[in-house]
């Protein structure tokens, strides 16, 4: 309890899985949440869950590839809470298809998703995350951000482009106080990948790849994030957590 008092958080991809549960472990924790996402009618219940049991937090439309929707979003913060702490971008989409297969508006709606939109989240809270004298950015890359793999080739390149500019963030603005890290699950039951995840063989299957033989819990990376995101981790910058039960340790 506690380990985020007094910090304001905004989460972007908070309708569902980790984002939501990441929005919820944090208000637990004692911030304020702003949760945003496309589907802000979910944000809304989740805030509406929240607020009832008197936690500080409210909901935006935030859809990541859209620059006024960040510029909307840190304006709103800064108006009504006065300040950011910290920064999750989570927003993410996944692709499997081979990489002659993909259609190149396939590609761009990935690198767009995944990489364009956490470069802008980036961009327009550094100078309220500088007004309040630093904090955090957690940005969700991937396991497949660190190794290659059959099949992912968009979301190799936007996960693995997330690895690159976190570190340039860390390194260019490190002098403020602003850290900047990157989290790399490995398989994780979540709706994305709860078809492949469904089917047992599938399920077994990636279950063997992982030295500790299961899949990981949204809980295990909200976890990692929150780490980052508080003062615990204050000497951390430009890492890269892989939460993967060893899979890239290989």
């Keep these: 309890m506690n380990r985020l008092l007094n910090k304001v958080a905004l989460i972007s991809g908070a309708a569902k899985g980790i984002g939501e549960h990441t929005a919820r472990l944090f208000a637990n924790e004692g911030a304020s949440v702003i949760i945003g996402d496309k589907n802000v009618d979910r944000c809304k219940k989740t805030v509406t ?5 008197g936690y500080s937090c409210s909901a935006l439309t935030l859809d990541v590839t859209k620059e006024t929707d960040w510029i909307n979003a840190i304006s ?4 009504n809470y006065k300040k950011l702490d910290i920064l999750v971008n989570n927003a993410g989409i ?7 297969e993909t259609p190149l508006d396939d590609f761009n709606s990935v690198i767009s998703v995944n990489l364009t939109g956490l470069f802008l989240g980036t961009k327009h809270s550094i100078p309220a995350l500088r007004k309040a004298g630093g904090g955090s950015i957690v940005n969700m890359s991937s396991t ?3 190794v290659g793999n059959i099949g992912s080739g968009a979301y190799g390149a936007s996960k693995g482009g997330v690895r690159s500019f976190t570190k340039y963030t860390a390194v260019q603005h490190a ?3 602003i850290r900047a890290n990157s989290i790399h699950p490995g398989p994780i039951d ?5 078809d492949k995840l469904a089917n047992l063989e599938s399920r077994a299957a990636s279950e063997s790849k992982v030295p500790m ?3 990981g819990t949204i809980d295990e990376v909200a976890m990692a994030i929150l780490f980052l995101a508080s003062d615990e981790s204050s000497y951390i910058t430009g890492a890269e957590l892989a939460i993967d039960g060893g899979l890239t340790a290989r």
């Design 49 to 53: 869950e929240l607020t009832e049991q």
């Design 190 to 194: 979540t709706d994305m990948l709860a």
């Design 94 to 100: 996944y692709s499997t298809i081979p990489i002659e």
């Design 144 to 146: 497949a951000g660190l």
């Design 76 to 79: 709103y913060i800064t108006s």
């Design 175 to 177: 002098m403020e106080n």
């Design 213 to 215: 033989g299961r899949v």
